[in-house]
């Protein structure tokens, strides 16, 4: 199956700061990718859908302006957690999917972000 | 937007028992069904997954069913083996090609426990 790395696997960042992941599909180019946070015990919540090119989607609730993200080329999105607070802290998972029948998405490791 | 509840939130079995583990969903749109494992820390992995032309599939021990008219599908899993505790997560996704292939609306999650 198709790879997607996600870098880095844990952080620990002061609230205020800004925190920078990065997800890279490996074997394949991707013009989309998702990212996902998920809180301890909880289900996967979409965030935003990341565009190759053009500007990313955000679900209702998310805050653009807190969630950067950028899609610069077919392999790499990144995610920017900007004045991270301690309510930030949660695992970041992002996905890409082969654009054939067949196939689901593939996830990235994941983040743990904590901010303390 | 998709809604997906899934049943029930936990799940304890002996070892050998089967699993079923229930999911509806909202959005007659959506056409692709993943089933996911999570152990704790790490991605979801794929294990089974199924399209709305179709209506039971089958790998060994898992299967899922479908029922399109009513919008729900559902996992089996048979002869349960202790090392399939884990937490699992039920998705669904439009998967009609664009910018929302690969946007998986996941359920809430069942921690599922197999005692030896």
């Known amino acids: 199956g198709a790879v997607v790395s996600q870098h880095p696997s844990w952080v620990i960042c002061k609230s205020g700061t800004s925190v920078k992941i990065e997800c890279r599909s490996l074997d394949f180019q991707a013009t989309t990718m998702f990212w996902y946070r998920q809180f301890p015990k909880q289900s996967l919540m979409l965030m935003a859908t990341s565009n190759e090119g053009s500007k990313a989607t955000y679900e209702q609730g998310v805050e653009k302006d807190k969630f950067l993200i950028n899609h610069a080329s077919l392999t790499l999105s990144t995610l920017t957690v900007t004045s991270a607070h301690p309510e930030d802290s949660s695992f970041y998972i992002c996905s890409a999917s082969l654009i054939t029948q067949g196939s689901g998405a593939f996830f990235g490791q994941g983040t743990r972000l904590t901010v303390v | ?116």
């Open chain 2, 1 to 116: 937007g998709e809604n997906v509840e899934q049943h029930p939130s936990t799940l304890s079995v002996q070892e050998g028992d089967s699993a079923v583990i229930k999911c509806t969903y909202s959005d007659s749109a959506s056409n692709y069904f993943p089933w996911y494992k999570q152990e704790l820390g790490k991605r979801p992995q794929l294990i089974i997954d199924i399209r709305s032309n179709v209506g039971e599939k089958k790998d060994q021990r898992i299967a899922v069913t479908l029922n399109k008219t009513a919008k729900h599908f559902s996992l089996h899993i048979t002869e349960t083996q202790p090392e399939d505790s884990a937490v699992y997560f039920c998705a669904a996704s439009p998967n009609a090609g664009g910018t929302s292939y690969g946007k998986l609306t996941f359920g809430q999650g069942t921690i599922l426990t197999v005692h030896p």
